[in-house]
């Protein structure tokens, strides 16, 4: 529970602080990268290699062979495309995949000592708190900054940034290809079953959600579904807090759980929860637990994400999923 109510803590503050630094508001859309003069997102390329990133120009000079990833989302990315056994250390929370070298690092917290310790040749962070990147520069570690993605342009270009600038860009580019055809065939599947259907989206037991607005909720936006929390109190942060009158009222035709591993809710608890018995998604039995990590990163595993809820549309409209 300590882990999750730090992680939405930290969500939250990013989305109060938006309109600030550079970390916040770059978006991996606008980045480019560029080897020996030229732009390419196609090729393997030989270093050296220069990504336009969050924190600006980053030279990568060799093939980094001692990476440490302070970002779960970078660390999930890195394995899909191959760079895994380049990879030395990750933070406490990169929990996936299972071979990920996961050590006490914080990406939180990041202590610059402990880093500089392991001699990495570059470093991924998706936050620069305490500074880290101007510190991890200073001793001329590359640092790759990649803040959470806005779209799923911003991640498809992550994914092929990594692969520019791991020596692994061709697996990159496979890796987008595979997702954009996956999602494309998934939303056609799809159609437009989802339309005129409300959902709710929990992040943890005190009712936080997203709108529309942020990364998650443009993936449910994909099948046309309507999110109950565009209309709440406090929802142009992007993660409004809703009360449980107000879901009630809005009687959700599906609710949607990522607080089953942090906080142990499942679709009996909810059901469990005062006046929740008579909600539309409870009585259909459509509330649906997540995978909360699936359903808190930007990377490869958006997919799976939106195959759970394109699956969940289809059941609930007595489609085949």
């Not at 980045?31 to 990133?53: M, N």
């Not at 093939?63 to 970002?71: D, F, G």
């Not at 999930?76 to 933070?91: H, K, N, P, R, T």
């Not at 409870?282 to 997540?290: A, D, N, T």
């Amino acid at each position: 529970m300590r882990r999750y109510s730090l992680l939405l803590a930290l969500v939250l503050l990013a989305a109060a602080c938006s309109g600030g630094s550079t970390a916040t508001t770059s978006t991996a859309a606008d980045s480019t990268i560029t080897t020996a003069g030229e732009t390419t997102t196609t090729e393997d390329a030989g270093f050296p290699v220069r990504i336009e990133v969050a924190n600006g120009a980053v030279d990568i000079v060799e093939k980094p062979l001692a990476i440490i990833s302070l970002s779960p989302t970078a660390t999930e990315m890195l394995f899909a495309i191959g760079a895994g056994d380049q990879v030395i250390a990750v933070d406490e929370f990169s929990n996936y995949p299972e071979e990920a070298p996961t050590t006490d690092l914080s990406g939180y917290e990041p202590n610059i000592e402990a880093i500089a310790a392991l001699n990495p040749d570059l470093v991924v962070v998706s936050d620069d708190f305490n500074d880290i990147v101007a510190a991890l520069t200073a001793i001329q570690v590359p640092v790759i900054h990649h803040p959470a993605a806005i779209t799923l342009e911003d991640t498809y270009t992550q994914i092929e940034q990594l692969g520019a600038a791991t020596g692994n860009l061709s697996d990159a580019a496979a890796l987008v290809a595979s997702m954009q055809t996956d999602i494309e065939e998934m939303v056609e599947s799809a159609g437009q079953v989802g339309a005129g259907l409300t959902y709710y989206h929990e992040l943890d037991g005190t009712l936080f959600s997203i709108t529309s607005e942020t990364f998650i909720g443009q993936i449910y936006g994909l099948v046309g579904l309507e999110n109950i929390a565009d209309a709440a109190g406090g929802a142009e942060s992007g993660y409004p807090q809703l009360s449980a009158e107000y879901i009630i009222d809005a009687d959700p035709d599906l609710i949607f759980l990522a607080d089953t591993k942090c906080c142990g809710e499942t679709p009996r608890t909810v059901a469990a929860r005062p006046g929740w018995d008579h909600l539309t998604a409870v009585v259909e039995q459509s509330v649906i637990p997540l995978d909360d990590d699936i359903a808190s990163r930007w990377g490869p595993r958006v997919v799976d994400l939106l195959a759970e809820i394109v699956e969940a549309v289809l059941t609930l409209e007595g489609a085949t999923p």
